[in-house]
Structure formats: structure tokens, C-alpha cells
């Protein structure tokens, strides 16, 4: 058994493999986002351009995260893998929505995102050592909340435009 | 001349010996407690209507603005200024009052010299503002009646069988009796988006002069027809009657007076469009907005084409409104009068289809969008796609054009707004037809008190059988194993908004039901169909949050190209027809400067 898996059995992760896994899902997302624009038709472009700069600020944060020598000190320390895990390393592997999706394609999709993204910054966000690692799961876990309550109410106006 | 004669006069001297009437210093003598003095207001209740102003015999008030308080939705904001060198202290302006804001103390002495201190805002700052004693009105107003003049409407058990009209519409007897009352303070006239001229044709019904009355509606509105009977009518929640009564049947009133003028005499009324201009405008869409724009740019002089890819004018009033809320007849009548001016209504013509943006572009002076909302959205929640789930908007097209449309005996809606009643109500009416009874679920996020759909949609909709479930979540379209739709699947949600008012819907999971029904259909809202731009337009035009961005008077970012209507602004009749008004007054402004320039 793989240290990796034997870890995962026992609820475990080192911050690094968390801290990994994050860097890459704020990554696959920007990357994500950044080839869907040109693919979208001009009226949902906003939405799309709007997602991909948010996950660029978090790429940067992440970034910066790595070059700072108190995370890099913390690294191997173990700490507990949140709930959300399981969903939030799935977000790794992109959907296909499609040659031309939809506003609301998009939004559903960003929507999913944000709230395993919400979970896993709040659970990590608990137990990660005090220190600059544990700020910044602080300040995604907040954001990503924000994030998430901004979408829906995206949602409710595009979709939900209510009756005539 | 008798003895009496010359005795009577001295009798007065009996009084010689008693106290005198009169006192030395009246300063300070109560008055009797029902005395009516200086007035009272209390400017929190006060709506500004200016009914006092109105009724005051002596010209003793006027309505004037007051710090802090400023106007807002069936709200003036000004507050009656009281001249006491006219008032005559009736107290009719107290008797009327719309709010019982206004009352009077029993203060009656006052000693100034300066002669304006007279003149004043009762309610600010003087010393009796609080006294209890004094005069009010007993009861609710009398001198204008609190109570709405019933409405005929047909009952649930005859109506449900068939896609007849429900409302009767008013008698004269009945229309003036409710006419009456009106106080013409005309608070409505701000709510109302196209700012009919409500109280001057109320004023015209209880004259009966229905010619005046046409004249009036055709001033702001060419959709009388129809917004004198499916009008969201938000300036009846501005009506100064509804604080101690009900708010006066504006909507039926406007229907009363179209019904009274026939169709030639509302065209002779209207008379004779301007003199030929040359220029041409054409116009996508036959909704409210775009024949209405139609309606001015045609009484201008211009020549109007409207693009319209159904079979028949109307838009969404046709295709989306059913019958027996607005007869086919009744919205034919409003759009023959714009047909009268010269506009010429090409149906079944689909631009992109059967004619180009460009070619538009290239044959006229200017091209305006109002192509509506007519794409249903949908929920997309698990078992959506496939037979058995169907859109409201497409069904309600479908049934207007005689279509033959799928039936099931049990039939779940998703949709708390007016489409989804529609829809209910008119699958109601087919599953009567066709199965002898009702069998409609309603589900809705909303909680009832938070419906999107008009109180009397839920009201009617209840009546003829619809079975509302409200504060559901959808979850999944239920499938059996060879695919059939078996019901709909949803959470009770506890809360749609979050603290800062946001959709953020929250579901208790454990409180989970299946609504049974072989057959789904979604209300839950709708998208304007831009296809018809193309590639290179849809690039070209500048977007605001998905909308096709323009400024206050209606413009894209395209100089030749104007939109109006639901597409670019939301859902509503009467606002469709106010933007249609605004945009043809932009382009004519356009027309015009052109034609400075050459």
C-alpha cells in the first residue's frame, strides 16, 4: 500500500499533499476557465472572464504561499484530511460542457466548484497549524463563501428570472 | 307702532346685572373638547396625496415640500401648509383624509405679530402637535367609499371547462360607482411605468365621456385592451384609497372605457397619422415594446415594418398570456388600431431566417430590437431531459396555435411566477376536458408570502383545483425503468435568501416528498433568443452581464441598432409598453438630427 493511500485510509494527509492538491485545483481551474472564454459566446464571456480572473488571484496566493519559508518549514507535518477531500480532488478533472456552453452550464458548474472549494478551505481552514498557511486557508475559505453567495445570486437573475 | 314696539328694545337691559360673556384675557381658556382648532398631522402617516388641498373650500392649503421627507412609492412627500388667515375650520379636509393623518386640536388662541407664523405645516413643531383633545374623524372616511365595486367574474366550476373569459368587466352603473371613488390625488401616475393619465380618465368614466377617456388612454398607452386586463396594475399599490379601503380598480376602469368605444371610433379619435416622412424603421418583434414603438414612429410619419417569426402579432401577450385571462380578440382589437396608423406587421418572418440583420440594416433608417423573452429555462436538476418534462412557455405557444400538446391525468409544474400559473390553469382546463377532472401539483422555492405570480393568479389558480406546494425544492425528475416520468422529487427549502438577500436556498433534506405525475413541466423562467444577431453582431455589440447593453435612451453600441423591451429591461406588459414609447422617441430624435445634418 502507498503511503498516499495508507494516509488516506487513516484520515491523514501531510500539509504538502494538501497543499498540492490545492494549488492544482485553483490552477486546472484558471486553466479551465481562461480556454472557455473564446469558446463562449459574447453575452456569457463576463461570467466566464469573471471566473477566471478570481481563480488567477488565488493561483498567485498560492504562488507566493510556496516561497514563504514558514509554510515550507510545516510541509511534512500531518494534519487531518478534510471530509470535503474526495470532492474537491475530483474538481482536478474538468467537465466537458460542450463546444459552446451556456450561461447556465457555467454557472452550474462554477457553482459545484465553489462549494467544495468552501468546504475544504473552512475544514482546512480548522485544522491547519497557526502560521501563514492557516491565514490563507482563512482568507480562500471567506472568499470562496463570497464566491459561492455571489454565483447563486448570479443564478437566481439569469435562470430564475421569474414569471411574466 | 304698538306699544311692544316701543318696549322691546330695552328688554336687553335684563342682562344689566350678570357677568359679562366676554373676558378680559382669553389666553388660556380651554375650548371644548371637541373644538376645532389648530390642526394636527401626523407626518409619518401623511402619503402627501393632497386631498385636503383639494376639498379645502377657501384655497387655505398647500401642499409643500418638508425636510426629511421625501417622495417614494404611493408618497408624495409634500405635507399640507395651512393658511389660517383663510382657513374656516370645516374640518371637511380632516373628514377626508385619506390616512386619518390629519386632526385637529382644541387649541384656538394664539398671539403672534408677525402675520405669517399663521401660515404653517401642521406637525413640525407646535405645541399642540400632540394634544389628544381636539376633532378626528369617527370611523373610516365616508365622504369617498371604501369599498370596491365588485367584479362579475365567472365561478371556478364554469370556467375551469373551457378557455372563456373570467372577467366581466364593469356596467356603466358599476364603472361610475367605483369612479367615484377616486380622489384624483394621482399618486398612481407616478407609479405606473408609462405614467397614464389615471385620475383624468377616471374623471372621464365618472363623466361618461368615453370619447375624452380613449383620448387619455391613447396619449400613453396603445395596449388599453390588454393592460385593462392583465396589467400588473402596481399603481393600485400607490392608491391613496387602499390605506382605510381598497384601492381603486384602476385596471378595470381602463377596460371599462375601451369596451365603451367601439373599434372604428377609437381609430376616427385617434385621427390621421403625420404627413409621410420617407424614412423607414424596422422593428423585430410584435411584443408590447416593439408595436407600441411601431405605434409612435407610425403616428410620426414613418414608415414602420415590424419582424415578427410567429404566425401572429402579440408576443408574449398572445403566446404566453392564455385566453381566458386575454381574449385573442381584445389584443386583436388594440393591434388593429396600430395596423390603422400604417404599420405593416410581417408574420411568420424570422429574421436570420428569412430576412438578414444586415438586409435590415442596409433597407432602413434605423432597426430596433425587441424581441421578448421566449425561451423557457430549466431546472436542469437530474431527470430533466427527455420525454415527459416539458417548458411552460413552449406549451402555452403550442396551445395558441391549436396545437395538439401532451396530457397526463397527473401533472407536476415547478414555477412559482405567472408563467406557471398560466400553465397550470391551462392544463387544468385540458385535463377537464379531456379526463372530466383537475390533477395539477404546483412546487415553488418561493414560501407563498414570496410568490413571484400575482395574489389573484394563487388565488384562482387554488379555486379551480391546482394544488400548490410552496418552499420545495426540485431534486430530480422521478423515471421508472423504461424512462417514464413518475413524479418530481424535492427538499423543503428553509431558506432561498441569506442574510444579505442573496439566492442562497438552504433544503432540510429530511423533509423529502415525491410528487406524483406522469408528466413535469417547468416554469421557472426565460431567455430572450439573441441568435438572430449572428456571429459578427453578437461580437460587435457591447453586453451587460449577458443583456445587450444599452443606455438610458435605448441605445446599443451599435449607432443603427436600438433594443427595448423585455429582452433588455424584464418582464412586464405596461414597462414594455413605456420603453416602447422611449425608444421611439431616441430613434426620432435620431431621424431628426439626420435630417438637420442633410
Redesign the interface.
Known amino acids: 500500500m502507498s503511503e498516499t493511500n495508507k494516509a488516506k485510509l487513516t484520515g491523514k494527509a501531510t500539509v504538502r499533499e494538501i497543499f498540492e492538491t490545492a494549488t492544482e485545483f485553483e490552477k486546472v481551474a484558471h486553466r479551465f476557465y481562461t480556454e472557455l472564454i473564446p469558446n463562449v459566446s459574447k453575452d456569457i464571456r463576463w461570467l466566464v472572464e469573471e471566473l477566471a480572473e478570481e481563480e488567477l488571484e488565488h493561483v498567485e496566493l498560492f504562488t507566493n504561499l510556496s516561497k514563504n519559508p514558514e509554510v515550507d518549514a510545516i510541509m511534512a507535518a500531518e494534519i487531518a484530511r478534510p471530509v470535503a477531500d474526495g470532492k474537491f480532488s475530483d474538481c482536478v478533472h474538468t467537465p466537458d460542457l460542450g463546444p459552446n456552453p451556456d450561461d447556465q452550464a457555467v454557472l452550474q458548474y462554477a457553482l459545484m466548484r465553489e462549494s467544495a472549494a468552501m468546504d475544504q478551505y473552512t475544514e482546512l481552514a480548522q485544522s491547519t497549524p497557526a502560521g501563514p498557511l492557516k491565514d490563507a486557508f482563512v482568507f480562500l475559505a471567506n472568499e470562496e463563501t463570497k464566491h459561492k453567495a455571489e454565483l447563486e445570486k448570479i443564478y437566481y437573475e439569469t435562470v430564475h428570472s421569474g414569471g411574466v | 307702532m304698538g306699544l311692544r314696539e316701543v318696549l322691546t328694545p330695552f328688554t336687553v337691559w335684563k342682562h344689566v346685572f350678570d357677568d359679562p360673556v366676554t373676558i378680559k384675557q382669553p389666553i388660556g381658556r380651554p375650548a371644548a373638547e371637541r373644538y376645532r382648532g389648530f390642526h394636527q398631522n401626523d407626518l409619518d402617516t401623511c402619503i402627501g396625496c393632497g386631498t385636503c388641498e383639494a376639498i379645502c373650500q377657501n384655497g387655505a392649503i398647500d401642499m409643500v415640500a418638508v425636510a426629511g421627507y421625501d417622495p417614494e412609492k404611493g408618497n408624495s412627500g409634500l405635507k399640507p401648509q395651512i393658511d389660517y388667515g383663510r382657513c374656516c375650520w370645516c374640518a371637511l379636509c380632516v373628514d377626508v383624509c385619506m390616512t386619518g393623518s390629519l386632526t385637529m386640536s382644541n387649541e384656538y388662541t394664539w398671539v403672534d405679530t408677525d402675520p405669517d407664523a399663521f401660515r404653517f405645516v401642521p406637525g413640525l413643531e407646535e405645541p399642540w402637535k400632540d394634544d389628544e383633545e381636539g376633532y378626528e374623524r369617527e370611523g373610516k372616511r365616508v365622504l369617498s367609499g371604501i369599498e370596491r365595486i365588485h367584479m362579475e367574474e365567472m365561478e371556478p366550476e364554469a370556467r375551469i371547462g373551457n378557455f372563456d373569459e373570467i372577467v366581466a368587466g364593469y356596467s356603466r352603473a358599476e364603472a361610475i360607482l367605483e369612479a367615484d371613488r377616486c380622489v384624483e390625488c394621482g399618486l398612481c401616475v407616478a407609479t405606473c411605468p408609462a405614467h397614464m393619465s389615471i385620475p383624468d380618465y377616471i374623471a372621464a368614466v365618472r363623466d361618461q365621456d368615453y370619447d375624452r377617456g380613449l383620448q387619455l388612454l391613447y396619449e400613453t398607452n396603445p395596449f388599453s385592451e390588454v393592460c385593462g386586463r392583465v396589467c400588473t396594475h402596481k399603481c393600485e399599490g400607490s392608491c391613496a384609497a387602499l390605506h382605510e379601503g381598497d384601492p381603486i380598480a384602476i385596471r378595470w376602469l381602463k377596460r371599462h372605457i375601451i369596451d365603451e368605444v367601439p373599434f372604428d371610433r377609437r381609430i376616427e379619435l385617434i385621427g390621421q397619422p403625420a404627413e409621410p416622412t420617407g424614412r423607414k424603421v424596422a422593428i423585430i418583434g410584435a411584443g408590447p415594446a416593439g408595436l407600441t414603438a411601431a405605434f409612435d414612429l407610425a403616428r410620426a410619419g414613418h414608415g414602420v415594418v415590424v419582424y415578427e417569426a410567429l404566425a401572429h402579432a402579440g408576443g ?1 401577450m398572445r403566446y ?2 392564455p385566453e381566458y385571462r386575454l381574449p385573442y380578440d381584445a389584443l386583436d382589437r388594440d393591434i388593429g388600431v396600430i395596423e390603422a396608423m400604417g404599420v405593416e406587421i410581417r408574420t411568420n418572418c424570422r429574421v436570420g431566417r428569412d430576412v438578414t440583420m444586415d438586409e435590415l440594416r442596409r433597407d432602413h433608417d434605423a432597426v430596433v430590437l425587441t424581441i421578448g ?1 421566449h425561451m423557457g ?2 431546472t ?1 436538476v437530474p431527470g430533466t431531459e427527455g420525454a415527459g418534462v416539458e417548458k411552460a412557455v413552449d406549451l402555452l405557444r403550442r396551445i395558441t396555435d391549436g396545437e395538439k400538446v401532451p396530457l397526463a391525468e397527473q401533472i407536476v409544474v415547478i ?7 398560466d400553465i397550470a390553469r391551462s392544463m387544468a382546463r385540458l385535463q377537464k376536458a379531456e379526463f372530466g377532472k383537475v390533477g395539477i401539483t404546483l412546487t415553488a ?1 418561493e414560501d407563498i408570502d414570496h410568490f ?2 400575482d395574489p389573484e393568479e394563487v388565488v384562482e389558480s387554488r379555486e379551480e383545483g391546482v394544488k400548490i406546494f410552496d418552499a420545495r425544492g426540485p431534486q430530480e425528475v422521478m423515471r421508472d425503468a423504461e424512462g417514464k416520468v413518475t413524479g418530481l422529487r424535492t427538499w423543503r427549502v428553509k431558506s432561498i435568501f ?1 442574510a ?1 438577500g ?4 438552504a433544503y432540510d433534506q429530511s423533509d423529502e416528498r415525491v410528487h406524483a405525475g406522469s408528466m413535469v413541466i417547468e ?5 430572450a433568443d ?1 441568435s438572430l444577431l449572428g456571429a459578427a453582431l ?2 460587435a ?1 457591447e ?1 451587460n ?4 447593453k444599452i443606455d438610458t435612451a435605448f441605445r446599443t453600441s451599435e449607432p443603427w441598432l436600438f433594443a427595448a423591451g ?1 429582452a433588455v429591461k ?3 406588459v405596461i414597462s414594455a409598453v413605456a420603453d416602447g414609447h422611449r425608444v421611439a422617441r431616441t430613434v426620432m430624435e435620431k431621424l431628426a438630427a439626420r435630417e438637420v445634418a442633410q
Not at chain 2, 523 to 527: L, N
Not at chain 2, 545 to 548: A, E, K
Open positions: 408574449m404566453g398570456i423573452l429555462r430549466s436542469r414555477g412559482g411566477g405567472n408563467v406557471a400559473m422555492l413571484l405570480a441569506d444579505e442573496r439566492f442562497a436556498p416554469a421557472i423562467g426565460q431567455a439573441t453578437t461580437e455589440l453586453w452581464r449577458g443583456r445587450i423585455d424584464g418582464p412586464d
